[in-house]
């Protein structure tokens, strides 16, 4: 829950099996994710900047062909396109059935997308934009997270589902679904380019993510609050 220097050591204080714990030592390593390594140093009043954390967001599509192109047993592509670097890059997601079926859920095409499964595949574009903040709450040991987009990054949203339409259409892609908050767009290769016009705000997207980095910089930049090895 917290640690505190003293002079020539350090005491960490925590619960074990609902028992108060208080271990003291020379060195520590604390290695315990972004979250959960700036929740610690919030709590210690450590000097340094550990509200911040950030994702790299990704939209996905799934994306119907002709013929079955899997059998469930497929792992990720190794291929990207990374051509438009670094305001996006384009790959293939995880795609077995029940990821298909998740992404489909409660949209008016999940019946028909569960019949079909084995002729699609899921594409994303990925991101490195918006910023997230951790807040404790006051006299709790609680937090509150959020993440923010600037609505300024829509136009490069637009243009990645653009270019990502385009490169499958020309790959023999036969429809595209683009997942949103409120079900599945259906992209035809005749009207795609109308269809992402018609989106209006950052919150329509549907976004997820699999990396969190956290706000604990390490380096010998000023901004740094460790070195290179940690310290």
Not at 41 to 62: A, C, E, R, T, W
Request: net charge positive; with cysteine; hydrophobic share 35%.
């Amino acid at each position: 829950k917290k640690i505190k220097k003293k002079s020539n050591s350090w005491i960490v204080q925590g619960t074990l099996k609902n028992k108060k714990i208080k271990i003291d030592a020379k060195n520590i390593f604390l290695n315990c994710g972004s979250l959960e390594t700036n929740k610690i140093l919030i709590n210690s009043s450590i000097d340094g900047n550990y509200s911040d954390f950030y994702f790299h967001p990704m939209l996905k599509v799934i994306v119907e062909f002709d013929k079955e192109i899997q059998d469930g047993s497929q792992n990720v592509h190794s291929y990207q396109l990374d051509n438009f670097f670094p305001d996006f890059i384009i790959g293939e997601a995880s795609s077995g059935e029940q990821f298909i079926k998740i992404a489909s859920y409660k949209s008016k095409y999940s019946e028909y997308i569960s019949k079909n499964w084995k002729k699609m595949s899921i594409y994303h574009s990925t991101f490195s934009f918006g910023k997230g903040k951790i807040y404790k709450v006051p006299f709790t040991n609680e937090f509150i997270y959020s993440y923010k987009i600037n609505k300024k990054e829509l136009p490069i949203i637009k243009k990645s589902i653009k270019v990502m339409c385009k490169t499958l259409y020309s790959g023999g892609a036969k429809k595209i679904y683009l997942i949103t908050n409120n079900g599945l767009i259906n992209l035809n290769f005749d009207s795609y380019i109308e269809e992402i016009e018609r989106i209006k705000k950052i919150n329509e997207i549907k976004f997820s993510s699999v990396h969190i980095l956290g706000g604990v910089k390490s380096g010998e930049n000023s901004i740094c609050d460790f070195d290179s090895w940690g310290k």
